[in-house]
């Protein structure tokens, strides 16, 4: 029950989170659209609530349990990483807290004006460093039955979710970002694959223009 429970979420929150349903807003409610990522995150709290209490109702004992060496380890390093990554980001505009246009391919202020492909001492290391560590913060904890079905849940979800968004960045940026894709991983370092910082600033200067996305994972 558990499983099909978050499989709906998942489910219901990617499909909002399509250019067709942002496509459709923008043409239905235009005066509404600019805030669509605030009515999207609220929904997504809400929503998530009932779930996140349900499954510590439906815990138990633990099935097993995480040494401290790890969590002290990777817990503290994935919060950083997340601290990191946040000075990289218009904050506001991805809670949704100042409006902002819909990026929609083909629409007028897709991407949003002034908006430009960012690129961090992160992301010169991974695609998606707080994809990364939510993973790491899913994982590395203590788990019984009802989390360990949400994790694997949540998980699966962020993969999908990996692929969704670099489709989605892919139609936004276009080759500036299918060069990245080849050049950074997507969940976890390499030593052989990164971003030196002026092969960065090159990149950036590529894909300067109208066009734009900053990257949100």
Request: aromatic residues 10%; contains cysteine; glycine residues 8%.
């Amino acid at each position: 029950m558990l499983a099909a429970l978050w499989a709906a979420y998942c489910g219901l929150h990617s499909l909002l989170a399509t250019f067709a349903v942002k496509r459709l807003v923008s043409r239905v409610v235009p005066a509404l659209a600019g805030w669509y990522r605030a009515a999207y995150s609220l929904f997504a709290l809400l929503t998530l609530i009932p779930l996140l209490g349900l499954m510590e109702r439906l815990g138990g004992e633990p099935i097993w349990l995480t040494p401290s060496a790890l969590k002290w380890t990777l817990l503290p390093l994935a919060g950083l990483v997340i601290a990191w990554s946040l000075r990289d980001y218009p904050v506001g505009e991805f809670l949704g807290l100042r409006p902002a246009p819909l990026e929609v391919p083909g629409e007028a202020g897709a991407g949003g004006p002034g908006v430009a492909f960012v690129l961090g001492v992160p992301h010169r290391f991974v695609r998606h460093p707080w994809y990364a560590s939510a993973l790491a913060v899913i994982w590395v904890r203590d788990m019984d039955q009802a989390q360990l079905v949400s994790a694997a849940c949540w998980s699966l979800y962020i993969l999908v979710g990996l692929r969704l968004e670099e489709a989605r960045l892919e139609a936004l940026i276009g080759e500036p970002y299918r060069l990245y894709r080849e050049r950074v991983p997507a969940l976890v370092p390499s030593p052989w694959r990164y971003l030196g910082r002026r092969e960065a600033d090159r990149l950036l200067r590529d894909a300067a223009g109208p066009v734009a996305a900053n990257q949100r994972s």
